[in-house]
């Protein structure tokens, strides 16, 4: 019995696996970007026209490494195609089986203590790399045989059971620290998370820390897996890894095989070594606890970010909840006014000028997923009103010039060159481009004067200095000497630049004059109240910076007087990047690898859109009682083309039905077909059943649109197709029924518009979802149905409190032949029918009952439990057979809870309980009015 539980569960999550590839930007490229490819053994990197460099480069680093770093992963190699996207925004890649790909989204951070400052297509092939060689050494065993059998989604399946997320990521961490002279093993700020928790003494479980919480700060999985890995390297040898990833891919041990696998390797319990490998790092971060108030708050408060002075006694800042949307916040004298909330945006930098603020507005395309932009808002914090500057620009730290009437800011283009742009404030107009000579990339620029800007620079190699350039010739001098130490957030003050930096392992602030060059290292006298020093702000007589903590960042002010400030003789930022204690990372021929890899002359040819466009990955059964369906998916390299190949059998009325769908997204509306082919339907007729036979082809057009901007989610989605259906009734039922062929249309329009929505909050504060659709007869028969439905979302009485008023409308014709499918939600606990003249209202309060934060084994999780009252009442109209018009009324009240939980320590599944209570009968079946429900996910993942 637990065999066949388990084997269900593994079907779910197999059918959860396929519905990850499928949620990658489908379609998200205009057709007129045509493709490049430069193809090695190793990697195939498809790259669009003008980005031929950089893709050489990617193609350089995978072929060159690939040799010299599988002996600590494995020696197995296939081919996999990397996509270059440089229409985005968002700095983000991903490695992904079914289908077996990666994507790079090429525009880097901002801030350098991120992600590193690294050149950002070197920083991706040399993390993203690595998962494509742990995919392609994990095909083993169990999760080989899942391959044989499901495809690649059944090897997705294998590897997600088997080997925890923490480690795919903290060993690609691993290696990219590993063959640079960076990474973010070696950044302070990569560990910030984890320092705070230490220093203020909160030892949360291991499933806390795997799971994460809607209560309390927790750090994700890639700091926890890389110092799991950097561990297990250090004490085991550089093979350790390697055996134990083969033997709990492979499924040795049965359950728990990573666990098994680590005990068999180190001799030690996955408990103990966890724990030892997480001592390791705490020790080297032992000098954070000393003088540490530990007396915080018990749960998380809020992020505070980018103090700016509006005078000594009045900051301005960002601040984000977990219970609500990030706002511009004033705090004088310590209490807090909200300004107004922030629009979307991809970072939470902003610059201040005499009641203004200027920030960077995140906007997607319209239709093109692939492609958005970063446009710079102006918002009046007198009024709260906020004004568009640009518009489909990619503009990043935007900052006033002295006078306020000009912003700087960096460009990142589509090409992957970084300017500064000078912009009006009144109108948004540009300026100036100021020439960028040495092709450097610029973060974070600020006014000195008004002919010249601060900006930390990155050059082609990725080390960091602080640059003065000159706005008409941009010629630049350098005040600090390049290296790979990240510096940020420059403010400038007179004729000092403050800024902060990284030095040894902690992230310090520092200040150099311009005029003498004389470097100070910054502290403030008895603070230990945060985790490093960031975002400094120079008032009059104060200064402000940020630091983190584990109640979120947190603005920390002080007067300038309780400043130490120690001159550094040598003018370099002292220390270094550390390798905390982990000498793994210096002791193989790949270690530094990065700084050989030449670049090779490699091919470059053009790449058809149309290669593989049939490239059918996985297997993937559903079983919904009573259809149990298994079908093959397919998608293409470019995501353009998804395909589905089905069989589907139907335990009630024993039917077999064959099926093809395939939907192209690479024109304006994507184009949909399909057609299926159903074997031995049944129905009842006067005693005895009947048996027939159906076709059917459809095609379509939908567009979908991305209307979100500002403060708002917004969708629109409409489409119209045509189905053409043919009944063939089998041979001894043709004397009773006549064979029929009909066509209809099938025409929605789908709308969605909310606020932005907070961590725990269930549903958004304002909302709006409404929908339409008509089906209509166009041949063979008479035959319409409408249905209008929409669902309109409040704030409840209290913070996560949600109240949703629902509405539909379902009417068809009263001499149609045929019944069109029914999605009309029919009141709950009723057994719904589909009627002549359908009306419903709803009333649903939701609200948070509990936040457990516990679970059991490894295995379940539960993070919060919500309940939910509701009140239905559907009222419809029909017709019996002899004319006479019926009228029904179908009300019900009743409550439901749910349970939001993770499984596995990785699949989030939110599950519930429903009871209702029905004040008017249930003509269509049942009995009794009290009725209890098990409220299941459509989809797992």
């Not at 985005?88 to 994507?103: D, H, K, M, Q």
């Amino acid at each position: 019995m637990k065999r066949c539980h388990r084997f269900i569960h593994l079907l779910l999550i197999l059918n959860a696996v396929a519905g990850i590839a499928k949620a990658q930007t489908f379609g998200g490229n205009p057709p007129s970007i045509k493709w490049k490819q430069v193809n090695t053994p190793a990697a195939k990197v498809i790259f669009p026209v003008g980005l031929d460099s950089m893709a050489l480069r990617v193609a350089n680093i995978v072929q060159q490494m690939n040799g010299a770093i599988q002996p600590t992963i494995g020696y197995e190699q296939k081919q996999v195609s990397i996509v270059m996207q440089n229409q985005t925004t968002v700095a983000n890649a991903y490695v992904g089986l079914a289908p077996f790909r990666s994507e790079f989204y090429l525009t880097p951070e901002q801030n350098s203590f991120d992600l590193g400052s690294l050149p950002w297509n070197a920083q991706l092939a040399i993390h993203e790399f690595r998962h494509v060689q742990q995919y392609n050494n994990f095909n083993v065993g169990v999760s080989h045989l899942l391959k044989v059998i499901f495809g690649e989604g059944g090897q997705a399946l294998g590897n997600a059971l088997s080997v925890p997320d923490w480690f795919f990521e903290g060993d690609a961490v691993f290696n990219e620290t590993h063959v640079s002279e960076q990474g973010r093993g070696r950044l302070p700020y990569f560990f910030n998370g984890f320092r705070s928790l230490w220093a203020e003494g909160k030892d949360y479980s291991y499933m806390k820390i795997r799971n994460g919480s809607y209560r309390d700060f927790v750090p994700d999985w890639y700091p926890l897996g890389y110092m799991q890995v950097a561990y297990g390297r250090e004490q085991y040898g550089d093979d350790f890894w390697k055996k134990v990833t083969h033997d709990a891919a492979a499924f040795k041990g049965g359950v728990y095989p990573m666990q098994r696998a680590i005990k068999k390797y180190s001799g030690k319990t996955f408990t103990q070594f966890r724990n030892e490998g997480l001592a390791h790092f705490r020790q080297q971060f032992v000098s954070d606890t000393a003088g540490r108030d530990k007396n915080t708050p018990k749960h998380f408060d809020a992020d505070r970010q980018y103090p700016a002075f509006v005078n000594d006694s009045t900051v301005i800042y960002t601040k984000s909840s977990y219970d609500h949307v990030p706002v511009f916040v004033i705090r004088n004298g310590g209490k807090e006014k909200n300004i107004g909330v922030r629009g979307l945006s991809v970072d939470d930098y902003f610059d201040y000028h005499d009641g203004k603020v200027i920030y960077s507005g995140y906007r997607p395309d319209a239709r093109w997923g692939y492609r958005n932009f970063s446009e710079l808002i102006l918002l009046d914090t007198k009024t709260g009103k906020e004004q568009r500057l640009t518009r489909k620009t990619k503009y990043f730290s935007p900052s006033f010039s002295n006078d306020g009437k000009t912003i700087v800011t960096v460009e990142e283009a589509s090409s992957g060159k970084s300017d500064l742009h000078l912009i009006n404030t009144a109108d948004g107009k540009l300026l100036a481009v100021i020439p960028n000579k040495q092709n450097l990339y610029y973060t974070f620029p600020v006014f000195y004067g008004d002919d010249r800007v601060i900006s930390a620079v990155r050059n082609s190699k990725g080390k960091m200095s602080l640059a003065l350039i000159n706005i008409k010739t941009g010629d630049a001098k350098y005040l600090l000497p390049f290296s790979y130490q990240p510096i940020v957030f420059p403010k400038v003050k007179n004729d000092t630049v403050y800024f902060s930096a990284t030095s040894g392992i902690n992230d310090r602030l520092f200040a150099i004059s311009i005029q003498s060059g004389k470097l100070n290292a910054l502290a403030v006298i008895g603070h230990k109240k945060s985790i490093g020093n960031y975002q400094p702000a120079i008032g009059i007589n104060k200064i402000a910076w940020v630091g983190f903590t584990s109640t979120g960042w947190q603005v920390n002010e002080a007067d300038k007087k309780d400043v130490k400030s120690d001159e550094i003789s040598s003018g370099r930022i002292p220390g270094t990047l550390p390798d905390l204690a982990i000498t793994a990372l210096q002791r193989d021929s790949s270690a530094n690898l990065l700084a050989s890899v030449k670049n090779e002359p490699l091919g470059i040819s053009n790449y058809s859109k149309s290669y593989h466009l049939l490239n059918f990955h996985s297997l993937i059964p559903n079983i919904s009682d009573p259809n149990y369906e298994i079908s093959i998916a397919g998608e293409n390299v470019l995501n353009t083309l998804q395909t589905n190949l089905s069989f589907n059998y139907n335990r009630d009325e024993g039917y077999k039905q064959f099926g093809f769908d395939a939907i192209y997204g690479a024109l304006f509306p994507y184009i949909s077909a399909g057609a299926n082919y159903t074997a031995e339907r049944r129905g009842f007729y006067k005693g005895a059943n009947v048996y027939w036979n159906e076709t059917q082809i459809n095609a379509g057009l939908q567009v979908p649109l991305n209307l979100s901007a500002g403060t708002h989610l917004t969708g629109l989605q409409f489409g119209s197709g045509l189905v053409y259906s043919q009944t063939s009734f089998q041979q001894a039922y043709r004397s009773i029924f006549n064979d029929r062929s009909y066509l209809y249309s099938s025409n929605f329009i789908s709308f969605s518009n909310s606020t932005q929505q907070a961590r725990k909050n269930i549903y958004p504060m304002f909302g709006q979802r409404i929908s339409l659709s008509y089906k209509s007869a166009v041949s063979g028969l008479t035959a319409n149905q409408f249905l209008a439905s929409g669902s309109f979302f409040f704030p409840g009485l209290f913070t996560n409190h949600s109240l949703v008023l629902s509405a539909a409308h379902q009417q068809k014709g009263k001499n149609n032949v045929i019944s069109f499918s029914n999605d009309f939600p029919f009141s709950r606990g009723y057994q719904a029918e589909n009627l002549h003249d359908m009306n419903n209202w709803r009333a649903s309060y939701q609200l948070p009952i509990a936040y457990p934060d516990a679970g059991f084994a490894n295995v379940f999780y539960l993070l919060r439990i919500r309940g939910n009252a509701f009140y239905d009442d559907t009222r419809a109209t029909d017709f019996f057979t002899s004319g006479k018009q019926f009228k029904g009324t179908f009300r019900s009240t009743g409550t439901e809870v749910f349970f939001d939980t993770k499984f596995f320590n990785q699949a989030s599944i939110s599950f519930g309980l429903r009871y209702s209570r029905l004040l008017d009968e249930d003509i269509f079946g049942g009995n009794g009015r009290n009725r209890f429900e098990l409220i299941v996910p459509v989809t797992i993942f």
